[in-house]
């Protein structure tokens, strides 16, 4: 292969990898009027125990109030070890607009899908 073409395609090959992680992580699942997403991280900060430990305990909570879960998401992502830190898990669900007020009350937090990423903890 000629070396500028192959240069040429290390470099399309590069910028690829850079824009994949600029999508939203709802791609294709937008909340709509009737849903929403709402999100609860593992712990407020490391070093402090996980409050769960994995997706499905997350969603158990949702369950035990009531809360039908439509669609579900776990992020993670890097961050600092210093026990000040937020901790790098974040679990996210799609329910129905009309039992937001109920998840809200009980620990979890509205995301909005076009702004609010998993780096914007609250």
């Known amino acids: 292969m000629n070396p500028s073409k192959q240069i040429l395609l290390y470099v399309v ?21 009737f849903t929403q997403w709402i ?7 490391q070093c402090i125990p996980y409050e769960f430990a994995t997706i499905e305990d997350a969603l158990k909570e949702l369950s035990q109030a009531n809360i039908e879960v439509l669609s579900s998401k776990k992020i993670e992502f890097s961050v600092c070890s210093a026990c000040f830190c937020p901790v790098g898990l974040e679990y996210y669900a799609l329910i ?10 009980i620990g ?9 990423t998993h780096s914007m903890t609250q």
């Open 13 to 33: 090959f590069a910028l690829s990898l850079t824009n994949t992680g600029c999508e939203s992580i709802f791609l294709n699942e937008q909340s709509t009027d």
């Open 39 to 45: 999100k609860h991280a593992a712990a407020v900060e």
């Open 96 to 105: 129905a607009q009309k039992q937001l007020t109920t998840a809200v009350e």
């Open 108 to 116: 979890w937090t509205v995301v909005n899908d076009s702004t609010q």
